[in-house]
């Protein structure tokens, strides 16, 4: 009990922290930062996938866009027959499938 | 002494010499090695051959018949298996070459199935990676590389089951094993010229087979003739407590009579006008409804139910494949595989919502009670299989078969069995055909029908010219 009584008061306290310094936090957030450091320029982006797979990308985003849109506009009753058929099951006597 | 004529030979004919003991199941299997060991390297066909473990089987087989124990149609006769069906003491690679060591301990539940029936597997035929789990744009998207048609070899087989395919067409094995998601095995079956069997989703067992779509995943046979395809399904399908989703629905395969004039045909027409649809094909499909309406069929011309049948299909496969080959992303392994896109795919699937997925099954759902309604009103759907040859090695499948499969988006959502038929050659001289597909568990009477159409053709006979 007293350890539930201290669990709540260290969270209590944790919470009235994180309010108290948020006002802070956006107030610093809000003031121009001065200029950083000089550092070393950070590592180049990843290159991105050659034309041709970028172009076949945008070609199955696209299909599978449209696939969506005959999805969600193909009208349903609400409730209705379930999607699936949830089974409950029975030991197995080997691994599953690999 | 195994003549060339016997490795094409089918199963009944092959089973009669072995039972008969006139044909040896070791000099049978040393055959077939011999020619794998010719051709397979060049169609890459196969991604593991199998030769000491293919002949200690062949050599049980023959100590069974000479202890006067004949296990059935299947004793001795050779077959190979999709490499992504697992092999205790053979690599399982599931055409990736992340994967290219992976091994596991086990059999897939349709490997002991056939082992058991006495049928001695020859090795591990080549496939599209991931079975095309991740997509795949060009025929090169597999660990052994394209697989060549071998009638010709400068076009592909088709997808994924691709060396099933080859191996079949060239008579490196009686029959193989090959799995389809959409497609995988009514294409090869249709650009390889050999005839295929969709089962009932559930109808076989796919424990030990690599999951690409859960939902999806049918393993079924590739073989010379309707005939050898039932003999096969015979051994491997039934309930199995490995794999939940496997029927107890009884399996009822016996050949039966047709009577034609009995039975309600539908007929699903050639769509000539499709992007990519060639007339020589066309022709092949015209002239197979002409041999069906001569047997004394009368086909009805339908239209399917207007559901969006591909767009719910794609969806969840897509969503299936990238849950099941989730480690792949995780490890960065997805980055080795040979299709450029395939990493990106996750990233795409992201677009999916929740909430995308259960209206996708929900009109899933509808899909199938539309089409249990269709097949209340007929027995059968005749359709092309595709609507033109195999393209070229290095063709972009997205333009060389830019129409879709006719109806295996609705075939493959609803779980539907399907029986893919040579019907003759297109442009090119390079193999078409047409499919059958049933209700649920139909597999006997798709079967029967396409017995009866391969006693008056002889389309399933033809070889390519590879000797």
Same mark, same amino acid.
């Given at each position: 009990?007293?350890r ?11 919470g009235?922290?994180?309010?108290a ?6 107030a ?9 450091k ?7 982006a990843p ?6 797979v970028a ?13 969506l849109k005959?999805?969600?506009d193909f009208p ?11 089974e409950p ?10 | 002494?195994?003549g060339?004529?016997l ?12 039972r ?18 010719? =051709? ?23 100590g /069974?018949l ?6 059935g ?8 298996a999709k490499?992504?069906?697992?092999t205790?003491?053979l690599r399982?690679?599931?055409g990736?070459?992340?994967l ?6 086990h059999?897939a539940?349709v490997v002991?199935?056939l082992?058991?029936?006495g049928?001695?597997?020859?090795g591990k ?7 095309g789990?991740?997509?795949y744009?060009f025929?090169?998207a597999?660990?052994s ?6 009638w010709?070899r400068?076009?592909?087989t088709?997808?994924s ?5 080859a191996?079949?067409?060239?008579g490196?094995?009686t ?11 009514l294409? #090869?079956?249709?650009f @390889? ?8 989703y559930?109808?076989v067992s ?5 999951a690409?779509a859960?939902?999806?995943?049918k393993v079924?046979?590739?073989a010379?003739? !309707? ?11 039934g309930a199995?407590?490995?794999d939940p989703s496997?029927s107890?629905?009884p ?8 009577? #034609?004039?009995?039975?309600?045909? !539908?007929l699903? #027409? ?11 094909a ?11 309406r001569?047997a ?5 011309t339908?239209t ?14 897509m969503?299936?494949a ?8 995780a ?6 595989l040979? /299709?450029? @896109?395939?990493? =990106? ?5 992201a677009?999916v919502?929740?909430?995308?997925v259960?209206?996708a099954g929900?009109?899933r ?8 309604? =269709?097949f209340?009103?007929? /027995?059968?759907?005749?359709a092309p299989? =595709?609507l033109?040859?195999a393209p ?6 997205n333009?060389a078969? #830019? ?9 493959n959502a609803?779980?539907l069995p399907?029986?893919?038929?040579? @019907? ?6 390079l193999?078409?055909?047409f ?8 597999e006997?009477?798709?079967l029967?029908?396409g ?5 008056r053709t002889?389309?399933?006979d033809e070889?390519?010219p590879l /000797?």
């Amino acid at each position: 009990m007293r350890r539930s009584r201290r669990r709540f008061l260290r969270l209590l306290a944790t919470g009235s922290a994180v309010a108290a310094t948020t006002p802070a936090l956006l107030a610093r957030a809000a003031v121009p930062k001065r200029p950083a450091k000089r550092t070393a320029p950070p590592p180049p982006a990843p290159p991105g996938p050659p034309a041709a797979v970028a172009e076949e990308l945008r070609r199955q985003r696209s299909a599978l866009t449209d696939a969506l849109k005959r999805i969600r506009d193909f009208p349903l009753p609400d409730g209705g027959e379930p999607a699936g058929r949830f089974e409950p099951l029975g030991p197995r006597r080997r691994g599953p499938r690999p | 002494m195994i003549g060339p004529e016997l490795l094409h030979a089918d199963i009944a004919e092959l089973s009669g010499g072995i039972r008969a003991r006139r044909i040896s199941p070791v000099e049978l299997a040393e055959a077939f090695l011999q020619r794998i060991r010719r =051709f397979a390297p060049e169609l890459n066909a196969f991604e593991t051959v199998a030769a000491d473990e293919a002949l200690l089987q062949a050599r049980l087989a023959e100590g /069974d018949l000479r202890a006067g124990h004949w296990r059935g149609a299947l004793h001795g006769i050779p077959w190979a298996a999709k490499d992504l069906l697992a092999t205790a003491g053979l690599r399982t690679t599931w055409g990736a070459a992340p994967l290219q060591e992976q091994a596991f301990d086990h059999d897939a539940t349709v490997v002991t199935r056939l082992r058991e029936a006495g049928a001695v597997l020859l090795g591990k035929t080549a496939m599209i990676e991931l079975a095309g789990g991740l997509g795949y744009r060009f025929a090169d998207a597999s660990l052994s590389g394209p697989a060549r048609n071998p009638w010709n070899r400068e076009h592909w087989t088709g997808g994924s089951s691709s060396g099933s395919g080859a191996a079949v067409a060239a008579g490196l094995a009686t029959f193989a094993l090959g799995t389809e998601t959409w497609g995988s095995i009514l294409c #090869p079956s249709a650009f @390889c010229g050999i005839t295929g069997l969709r089962p009932t989703y559930g109808r076989v067992s796919r424990a030990g087979a690599m999951a690409c779509a859960w939902t999806f995943d049918k393993v079924g046979p590739m073989a010379r003739s !309707a005939a050898d395809c039932r003999a096969v399904l015979q051994a491997i399908a039934g309930a199995d407590p490995d794999d939940p989703s496997s029927s107890a629905e009884p399996v009822e395969l016996r050949s039966r009579r047709v009577e #034609p004039a009995r039975l309600r045909v !539908a007929l699903f #027409p050639f769509d000539a006008a499709a992007k990519g649809a060639e007339t020589e094909a066309h022709a092949a499909y015209e002239a197979a409804l002409a041999e069906l309406r001569a047997a004394g069929f009368v086909l009805e011309t339908v239209t399917l139910p207007d559901l969006p049948a591909a767009e719910v299909a794609s969806v969840l496969i897509m969503i299936e494949a990238v849950s099941s080959f989730e480690r792949l992303f995780a490890n960065g392994d997805v980055r080795r595989l040979r /299709d450029a @896109c395939a990493p =990106f795919q996750r990233e795409i699937a992201a677009d999916v919502s929740g909430t995308d997925v259960v209206r996708a099954g929900r009109i899933r759902r509808r899909l199938q009670e539309r089409m249990a309604d =269709f097949f209340a009103a007929h /027995d059968v759907l005749v359709a092309p299989n =595709f609507l033109s040859t195999a393209p070229r090695l290095d063709a972009d499948l997205n333009q060389a078969l #830019p129409y879709g499969d006719p109806v295996g988006a609705i075939g493959n959502a609803c779980g539907l069995p399907a029986l893919a038929l040579p @019907c003759g050659f297109g442009r090119g001289h390079l193999p078409v055909g047409f499919q059958l597909v049933g209700p649920p568990w139909s597999e006997g009477l798709l079967l029967d029908l396409g017995e009866l159409y391969q006693r008056r053709t002889r389309w399933h006979d033809e070889r390519p010219p590879l /000797d």
